[in-house]
């Protein structure tokens, strides 16, 4: 009765979000129990949304995702005169990454124990927290805390609905800023810091860069480009899933010819740098389903351009950008999102997130 008494005197707000954490608390009761017949090889990332239209994200803005694709479309919504502060937190990530690192039985596992101190804080904060963004008027900053290396063969291996193995031996940090010149234009900028083992068994650590810059010709049409610099020992970081080459130009374009739906294209490497990813092209498309939920569907070409792939995914649970205004989101920002890729002659491959923004 209390309960009862104490739910009908809080906020609309309060009652969404109070409805939240009973469903990923669900969720987060059965991340340590083998699923095999639902395997997800990724707990800490913001990749399911792009990755469900293929990975044709360059022009796309998210306010998370994008500090990861294009360090210009990460603009977070703009709800009042003053500065605008949100944290993200990772719900899948905090007890994935907890019963990874032997943090739950109270002795530390490798590769987490071989850490130093610093390191081991960074891992437990991106845990918790997956980012934390704020934003001043046409200016805007961010972090993005511990995103994982997209490995296909740790993705096609994964043993349980949350499995974080392979979290520890390649992940990355990324610094992003971001400027609104203009109503049609933005440019933004990151520093991407590395860490990760080599073949041999050597922990190495690098720091690399993002430039990048969003223009809107007209209400209906976003164009995007984006320069990725990584050092060299973790070129590869980017490029086996998401097909994005060290030192390359990569171009994107989105369209709505509806207001609910989203048509994506990227090129990548537009200059033909790298032998991998010359011109190699990406579709994608997100439909919102009356502000409450999307569907998605992209393809892309792996192995060299060898291999077709096909990309399904979804997103629910809609998180209010601008709730204490009485503002809502774009209705391109979602907390769950999960998507399956699936590759000729190859096991399918499943992200999922669980983020809530405050």
């Known amino acids: 009765m209390i309960y009862c008494v104490f739910m009908r005197q809080v906020t609309r707000r309060s009652r969404t979000v109070g409805r939240v954490p009973a469903l990923t608390l669900a969720l987060a009761l059965v991340l340590v129990l083998p699923v095999p017949a639902f395997p997800v090889g990724s707990v800490s990332t913001v990749s399911p949304r792009p990755m469900a239209m293929g990975g044709a994200f360059m022009a796309v803005d998210d306010e998370l995702a994008a500090m990861a694709w294009n360090p210009a ?24 990454i907890a019963h990874e690192t032997g943090l739950l039985t109270g ?7 071989s850490l130093p101190a610093f390191e081991k804080l960074s891992v437990a904060l991106g845990a918790i927290a997956k980012g934390v963004t704020v934003r001043r008027g046409g200016v805007a900053v961010g972090v993005l805390l511990l995103e994982e290396h997209l490995d296909p063969d740790g993705l096609a291996d994964a043993k349980g609905l949350a499995d974080a193995s392979d979290l520890l031996s390649a992940y990355y940090t990324t610094f992003a800023f971001a400027f609104q010149l203009a109503p049609s234009v933005v440019i933004g900028g990151s520093e991407i810091i590395l860490s990760g083992w080599d073949v041999p068994g050597e922990r190495k650590n690098g720091s690399g860069r993002a430039y990048g810059a969003l223009l809107r010709p007209n209400g209906r049409v976003t164009v995007g480009l984006t320069y990725l610099d990584l050092p060299g020992d973790f070129d590869h970081y980017r490029l086996a899933v998401e097909g994005l080459g060290s030192r390359t130009m990569n171009a994107g374009m989105a369209y709505r010819p509806l207001d609910e739906l989203l048509l994506t294209f990227d090129l990548r490497d537009l200059s033909e740098k790298h032998p991998e990813t010359s011109l190699e092209p990406r579709i994608g498309l997100e439909w919102d389903l009356w502000g409450k939920g999307a569907v998605r569907a992209g393809a892309f070409r792996e192995d060299s351009g060898e291999t077709n792939v096909l990309s399904l995914g979804m997103g629910a649970i809609p998180a209010a950008a601008c709730a204490r205004s009485g503002r809502t989101s774009g209705g391109d920002s979602f907390v769950l999102n999960y998507t399956i890729l699936l590759k000729e002659d190859a096991s399918p491959r499943h992200l999922l997130s669980v983020l809530l923004h405050f």
Do not use: K, W, Y
Not at 83 to 92: C, K, M, Q, S, T
């Open 107 to 113: 002795g530390e596992s490798e590769p987490f124990a």
């Open 73 to 96: 479309g990460f603009m977070p919504p703009h709800c009042g005169s003053g500065a605008d502060f949100r944290v993200h937190v990772n719900i899948l990530g905090a007890p994935a």
